[in-house]
């Protein structure tokens, strides 16, 4: 019917560029005679993506914000003018934050806000949200790449770690301004989880503190790995994000969040002693103290009948009235001269406290903690705190052992490092012993030169000593015991109040103070002094 060849071009009523293959009839009228013939073409290839990305760690207890988009390396989107589809997230372990006008939250994309219509439905049970945006009529389509979207999610505590959770697009329909389709094909996003939630003082991970959780600490003792990120207190009773150690049981064991498992990782298992991951539940609030108990400390050696044996005391002069619940230390020793055979706690501390001991003969180092656990009754002690008995090779010298590396924690949980006397190079360590004279004298509130409360009395110590201070009347009745225990070499003091026992009141008057010192090597020192007490 043709006879010459034609070319053909039309404006199609589907202007998808969805590289489809699309099939078109040719119809021919000519001198009353019809005819048709089919024929196809492909549609242009270009669809835009849609996808959900982020820029954060997936960790549990944070926030995690997504991104809806058309990113940078999508085709170039032409003639939006509205757009629907619904994300779907692990609703297990993510929530959208509240207000959810506050958090669900349109972008760029379709300009300003004046422009366009936005509607998000948050359907919690199911983990979906359902998106519209639509250009107002008399506003031209939007186009370009760039972000559409944005959700604040909040992350669950119970997130697993290295939990892969996904993020997909479904019901994806686009328009142009004559409601004719515009391709576009969504992208979904994998997210994996990182980090772990640690319990401090529970390294076993059985959901409450108790005494397997000391032995754990030695299995992986000196374990090094991440810092603890986040809180300033890292002792508090309630979950803490913490990244992997090579070892991922080790990450429970690092109790305090220091990036090492050492003696003061017993710190946290006394304080949150008994206490379960499950019980209630409800993180407490950390207050810490104001203060920790803070004084001098140091070595007191006592050579003992056995042959080459020693007893080392580690002696603590609490100079404040703040309790003391935990005490850690190293000593440093040349291990071909030595060895400690033994351990532990004195009577002193009160009640049983728990104790960590390490001791690396490789590196000369022995490392041991002690802590008072929650609920037990804390000291505000002055005196030997531990006791060590050693074996030496010859003669031992306290200047050859170097005590380091020292904290003491008070019951709330605040640590003050401090810096121990060394009894051969320490300049402060007097070379005689002595009483200074007390000050004031006289005291009391009603004393004519200084209204004051107490007494302090100096005294110095050339050498380790038990040392005992009392007040008497004088009648020579005993009225009140000020200090007794085993010292270290250096420069004390103690105060009286001026009660009796118990609390009893005394009358105004003369009282004499006795100090009694045995040194360690057999000296013995006494003295007395006069004070006199004004009500």
Not at 406 to 420: F, I, M, N, T, Y
Request: charged share 15%.
């Amino acid at each position: 019917m043709l006879h010459h060849s034609y070319r053909i071009t039309y404006d199609t009523h589907n202007p998808t560029t969805d590289g489809s293959l699309r099939k078109v009839r040719i119809e021919v009228n000519s001198k009353a005679t019809a005819a048709f013939a089919y024929n196809s073409y492909r549609a242009p290839d270009h669809v835009p993506t849609i996808a959900p990305t982020t820029q954060n760690l997936l960790t549990p207890e944070q926030d995690f914000q997504v991104q809806i988009e058309i990113p940078a390396a999508s085709k170039y989107m032409y003639n939006l003018f509205d757009l629907q589809f619904v994300l779907t997230y692990d609703e297990r372990y993510l929530r959208v934050k509240t207000p959810f006008n506050a958090n669900v939250l349109p972008q760029a994309f379709f300009g300003p806000a004046a422009e366009f219509t936005f509607a998000a439905t948050v359907d919690s049970a199911y983990g979906q949200i359902s998106f519209r945006f639509k250009r107002k009529a008399g506003f031209a389509p939007a186009e370009g790449r760039g972000p559409l979207a944005q959700i604040n999610f909040h992350a669950s505590v119970n997130l697993p770690d290295s939990a892969s959770l996904r993020f997909t697009l479904t019901n994806l329909a686009a328009r142009d301004r004559n409601n004719w389709p515009v391709s576009v094909q969504p992208e979904n996003l994998t997210v994996q989880s990182t980090g772990l939630m640690v319990w401090p003082g529970d390294t076993n991970q059985n959901g409450v503190v108790e005494l397997t959780d000391v032995t754990t600490l030695g299995l992986h003792w000196e374990v090094a790995g991440p810092k603890r990120p986040g809180a300033e207190n890292q002792t508090a009773w309630m979950p803490h994000v913490a990244k992997k150690f090579l070892n991922v049981k080790a990450t429970h064991a690092d109790a305090n969040g220091s990036g090492k498992i050492d003696e003061r990782d017993l710190f946290p298992i006394g304080l949150n002693w008994r206490k379960s991951t499950t019980r209630g539940n409800v993180p407490k609030i950390f207050v810490p103290s104001q203060s920790a108990p803070q004084g001098n400390i140091g070595l007191a050696l006592q050579p003992l009948t056995q042959t080459r044996q020693y007893r080392l005391a580690v002696v603590f002069q609490n100079t404040t009235h703040e309790a003391l619940a935990g005490l850690s230390f190293r000593l440093k020793y040349r291990s071909a001269a030595l060895r400690i055979l033994a351990a532990e706690a004195t009577p002193a501390w009160g009640s049983t406290p728990l104790v960590m001991r390490n001791d690396d003969r490789t590196a000369g180092t022995f490392a041991m903690s002690l802590m008072i656990p929650a609920e037990s009754a804390s000291i505000a002690s002055t005196g030997a705190l531990v006791h060590l008995l050693v074996l030496a090779e010859r003669e031992l010298q306290a200047g050859e052992l170097e005590l380091c590396e020292v904290a003491v924690l008070s019951p709330s949980g605040e640590l003050r490092e401090l810096q121990a006397v060394q009894e051969e190079s320490h300049s402060s360590v007097p070379q005689e012993f002595a009483l200074h004279p007390a000050y004031p004298n006289p005291f009391g509130a009603h004393a004519v030169a200084t209204p004051t409360v107490g007494t302090t009395l100096r005294y110095d110590l050339p050498e380790a000593a038990q040392v005992e201070i009392a007040v008497f009347n004088l009648a020579g009745q005993r009225v009140q015991a000020l200090q007794q225990g085993l010292l270290a070499p250096g420069k004390y003091s103690a105060q009286w109040q001026g009660g009796g026992e118990a609390g009893a009141a005394l009358s105004s008057g003369v009282y004499v103070i006795k100090l009694a010192a045995n040194g360690t090597s057999g000296r013995a020192y006494r003295a007395t002094q006069k004070v006199t007490l004004v009500k």
